[in-house]
């Protein structure tokens, strides 16, 4: 049953082959929606080398601590990667967050200060929003990096207490009055004295993120280290 399945998987990816999410090329049967030569492609940003002084940890700096803070890939107007990120967002393509969380998931591990992290947070959805798109986006790519560095995935310790309107077409000011104190902290004693990695897809402004970590910083003892997949 097994070789028959296999002979009928051979022909119909004969007939309709998977390609590359990125390039469009024909993936072979060792890739999975992106090509090897695309994944080598990614501008790589190692901001994981330098946690404390890059263009991501900037976006912080007097306005809220952070640890230490990393993005995987930059991407610009034009960029062909940037399809990944708005078939992850808008195309039902969950896949993809796993993928690449997974592949930034090693490159994580190389950074100390990330490596000996206890918890990965996702910067969460509303419920509402969370049952229009059917999954978290970021969840998805704080999956792959659990799978990479066995760490777990913490979903429940921050919450997002309202619906707010999407940030897309806001300036920098909207999108901070938008995500103002809409989080809060559930089970505080559970991160108490912990390090934790807050992931998300991208950073522009950073309002949502800092947000979170203002959420975040009430609890006692706390390290708040920031993993976004990508940064403009």
């Not at 509402?128 to 560095?149: C, H, P, V, W």
Request: hydrophobic letters at 40%.
């Amino acid at each position: 049953m097994k070789k028959l399945n296999h002979f009928f998987g051979e022909i119909v990816s004969l007939f309709y082959p998977n390609c590359c999410d990125v390039c469009d090329a024909v993936l072979s049967t060792e890739e999975t929606a992106i090509c090897l030569s695309c994944i080598a492609e990614i501008p790589r940003t190692n901001f994981h080398r330098e946690p404390f002084d890059n263009k991501v940890s900037q976006v912080f700096w007097g306005r809220v601590r952070v640890e230490a803070a990393t993005a995987w890939f930059t991407f610009k107007k034009g960029s062909k990667y940037r399809k990944l990120l708005h078939l992850l967002k808008y195309k039902s393509r969950s896949d993809i967050g796993v993928i690449l969380g997974e592949k930034f998931g090693y490159d994580l591990k190389q950074s100390p200060e990330f490596a000996s992290a206890n918890y990965l947070i996702p910067v969460p959805l509303h419920p509402k929003k969370l049952k229009i798109r059917g999954y978290n986006q970021s969840e998805m790519i704080a999956d792959g990096i659990s799978k990479a560095m066995q760490i777990p995935v913490d979903t429940e310790s921050l919450v997002r207490k309202q619906f707010n309107e999407t940030q897309t077409k806001k300036n920098r000011i909207e999108r901070w009055q938008n995500v103002e104190e809409i989080f809060t902290i559930e089970n505080s004693g559970k991160l108490e004295g912990k390090t934790v990695i807050l992931v998300d897809d991208v950073i522009t402004t950073g309002a949502t993120l800092e947000a979170c970590i203002q959420a975040l910083q009430t609890v006692p003892e706390i390290k708040i280290l920031v993993a976004v997949l990508a940064v403009a």
